[in-house]
């Protein structure tokens, strides 16, 4: 029997596992429910599905109920009255793991015919539309293809389309469904029963991300006129401190030589081999001693203070790509010529 490699069951496995535990009658009634497809894969895993001890079945089921509890306190009250009810049934932890678990699956079932769309026709379908409509839509497609649809927009559509998902928190399943509505003619319709989170700042950061820089900067430039604050804090989350480890020798080289050292210390505080031998081996020798020696006798840092010297050492990154010093490869079709 197939597990995965922390030793659980997959969650394909597990949905076998309640198949099992419901019986045949139960069971024939449930398969009625589903797609060929889906009939024929659980029918499939029922079938592989070796024995399971006592234990392990009863960990399925237990949570099967308490996703099917979270699913039904989402839809009859919205994500706070299902916080709420979820932690007092099994505390904070269970609450919040319970509600990421369920939000993501419900999220996965809107929208999810447009995977089916190349850019091409995403583009073609969706370009007509409000700057509000393809913002919803994009917010249920994978990052890089939300990034050339918005590239081939117009230039304030474009603007209107980024703002509008980086503004963006949560839809009531009846703005998703009329969404869904209009686009019925050209996609198999989908509809949701839920409120879930959807675009958002990290979303439309990620985007960005896998935008080309003329269009980046050209949509930064326009929406810094009118929104500087949610410009720059779209900017804030393109560029990680872990993003060093995609960056070329001579950039990290050149952004080390304008950082503060006692920021490079600070934010080297419990990072990881790479980002070390990332530094280490883009300094001197003496420096790179120095950072050593400093990193053992610098001891009860604050966490915030790591992240804000790191935070500072992204800055200085950024303003220097800016000006043409480095270059972040972020993808897109940016070309370098040597």
Do not use: W
Not at 108 to 136: C, G, M, P, W, Y
């Amino acid at each position: 029997m197939a597990i995965d490699v922390n030793g659980t069951l997959m969650p394909e496995q597990k949905a076998a596992a309640v198949v099992i535990a419901l019986g045949t009658d139960k069971a024939s009634k449930l398969f009625k429910y589903l797609s060929n497809e889906d009939a024929e894969k659980l029918a499939l895993e029922v079938a592989k599905l070796g024995h399971l001890e006592a234990e392990q079945t009863e960990q399925v089921l237990d949570e099967f109920y308490k996703t099917c509890l979270t699913q039904k306190v989402v839809t009859d009250g919205g994500l706070e009255y299902a916080r709420a009810v979820l932690e007092k049934a099994y505390g904070e932890d269970a609450a919040t793991e319970l509600l990421q678990k369920v939000s993501k699956y419900l999220k996965n079932r809107s929208f999810d015919f447009i995977e089916k769309a190349d850019v091409k026709n995403l583009f073609s379908i969706l370009q007509h539309e409000r700057a509000q409509t393809i913002a919803l839509v994009l917010s249920y497609v994978e990052s890089d293809k939300a990034a050339a649809v918005i590239a081939e927009l117009p230039e304030q559509k474009r603007i209107q389309v980024v703002r509008s998902i980086a503004m963006m928190d949560s839809a009531s399943p009846e703005a998703i469904k009329i969404v869904e509505q209009q686009l019925r003619s050209r996609f198999d319709n989908i509809l949701t029963t839920d409120f879930t989170s959807i675009g958002g700042i990290d979303y439309i950061a990620d985007v960005m991300n896998h935008m080309d820089r003329s269009n980046e900067k050209f949509i930064f430039d326009e929406m810094g006129k009118d929104d500087p604050e949610l410009t720059e804090e779209i900017r804030k989350k393109m560029f990680v401190f872990e993003d060093i480890l995609t960056m070329d020798n001579r950039s990290i080289q050149r952004f080390i030589r304008d950082c503060d050292m006692k920021d490079v210390v600070y934010s080297l505080k419990g990072a990881g081999e790479e980002i070390l031998a990332a530094f280490y081996s883009n300094m001197s020798s003496r420096m790179a001693e120095q950072v050593r020696s400093d990193l053992e006798v610098t001891v009860n840092v604050k966490l915030r203070d790591v992240e804000e010297a790191q935070s500072r050492i992204v800055g200085v990154i950024r303003k220097l790509e800016e000006e043409g010093e480095l270059v972040i490869n972020k993808g897109g079709k940016d070309e370098i010529i040597v």
